[in-house]
């Protein structure tokens, strides 16, 4: 599939609002390995190549393991997800199907339990954030494949 345009170059104003955003949320207090759980099942439930493509690297670089990336998918099945996760997980679900189900009031209680409601803004924040660079990405045929975890990143993983 061939790159429609180069979105950060023809709005880079647009991509620095959206990476301060990120900057924010990395800074947020929610934990990074459960950022890179979000931000991969949104990208799944979205179909976006390039933002899996990217946030398996950084999740694998972050320490998370394979099991875990490979059942992302199945993840109310699978045993190897924290109730928080879980809770975190069915709130990505909903917030981004949000015309399937306008996030139901169940999902809202289940979830309540395990974040500050500060921590489950930040989540919100997250998950909006996940979903417009998946829009972008996919609007825009961003090429998948090539992301390479930056050398910082790697690096702070690692000790």
Request: aromatic share 8%; hydrophobic share 40%; with cysteine.
């Amino acid at each position: 599939m061939e790159q429609r345009l180069n979105y950060a170059k023809a709005a880079p104003g647009g991509v620095k609002a959206m990476l301060d955003l990120e900057k924010y949320l990395n800074g947020s207090g929610l934990e990074h390995g459960l950022l890179h759980l979000i931000k991969m099942r949104a990208s799944q439930i979205n179909g976006c190549a390039y933002c899996l493509d990217m946030h398996s690297k950084d999740a694998r670089a972050g320490g998370e393991t394979e099991q875990r990336l490979y059942g992302l998918s199945a993840w109310e099945e699978a045993p190897y997800y924290t109730p928080r996760e879980r809770a975190a997980l069915a709130w990505t679900e909903a917030v981004t199907r949000v015309a399937d189900s306008h996030v139901p009031d169940a999902i809202y209680e289940a979830v309540k339990p395990h974040f500050t409601e500060k921590e489950l803004v930040d989540l919100t924040f997250a998950i909006m954030a996940i979903n417009a660079w998946n829009r972008l990405a996919i609007a825009f045929r961003a090429p998948a494949g090539s992301y390479q975890v930056p050398k910082a990143k790697a690096t702070s993983a690692a000790e």
